[in-house]
């Protein structure tokens, strides 16, 4: 069955530094969300992707966040310049539709930032 | 932001009973609800979901129901197994122009053997 898969699992950086955190989504959907959960916390929306362009952002997805499908397979979160209260699982999640539709979730990448 | 309540954070069902899952929500804009299931340290699983034209939708063990006039929906799994512990949460869609899911806070399901 496709999955939408996320590397690493696992990151941990520095307060300031910036990191990219990749997905693939599952190879047919046209629509591609990232989320998070900060420990203890709901999921949260962050952002929609459709037509290499964002079609929704929320109030957290501030100008240190940049989203990019830079290929025909992946879709990436670049945070700049990261901060402590970044810390949280960040998940990928596609969809075939736009409204309306299931959307799948990738397993999630921890970050730490120290 | 409190749109998807599950006032719930924990519920404890015997193997083999019915384990009933309630979520609520408050914007009558809602028109697509969702279960996902999650185990720790991985994504949320998509289990069965429901439109508001309906009532009620039926997938294997999984029953969703949807009261529209009391902005309410429960999930019903029966028979519960020891592998439906994880926490589970409602999501739910505007209508129309969005496609941002938003959350309920989760609740913890545990099968006893």
């Known amino acids: 069955e496709p999955e939408v898969t996320q590397t690493p699992s696992h990151q941990v950086t520095q307060m300031g530094q910036e990191v990219i955190l990749r997905c693939v989504p599952i190879?047919?959907?046209?629509?591609f969300y990232w989320y998070r959960q900060i420990l203890g916390q709901k999921v949260e929306f962050l952002v929609s992707?459709?037509?290499?362009?964002?079609?929704?952002k929320s109030e957290i997805f501030d100008d240190q966040f940049s989203v990019e499908r830079p290929d025909g397979s992946n879709f990436t979160l670049k945070i700049r310049s990261t901060k402590l209260e970044d810390s949280a699982m960040y998940f990928c999640?596609?969809?075939?539709?736009?409204?309306?539709?299931?959307?799948?979730f990738g397993p999630g990448t921890r970050l730490t930032v120290l | 932001d409190q749109q998807v309540k599950q006032n719930s954070p924990s519920l404890s069902v015997q193997e083999g009973r019915i384990s009933i899952l309630n979520c609520d929500y408050t914007?009558?804009?809602?028109?697509?609800f969702l279960w996902y299931k999650k185990y720790p340290a991985e994504g949320p699983t998509f289990l069965i979901s429901?439109?508001?034209?309906?009532d009620k939708n039926e997938d294997g063990r999984f029953t969703v129901f949807l009261n529209k006039s009391a902005k309410h929906l429960s999930l019903h799994i029966v028979p519960s197994q020891p592998g439906d512990s994880a926490v589970y949460f409602c999501?739910?869609?505007?209508?129309?122009?969005?496609?941002?899911?938003?959350f309920g806070t989760g609740t913890l399901l545990a099968v006893q053997p």
């Open positions: 992707f459709y037509n290499n362009e964002i079609s929704e």
């Open positions: 999640a596609s969809s075939l539709l736009g409204v309306a539709d299931t959307q799948y």
């Open positions: 914007n009558s804009m809602f028109d697509y």
């Open positions: 190879s047919n959907h046209l629509y």
């Open positions: 429901i439109s508001s034209i309906k």
């Open positions: 999501a739910a869609l505007y209508g129309g122009a969005t496609n941002k899911l938003i």
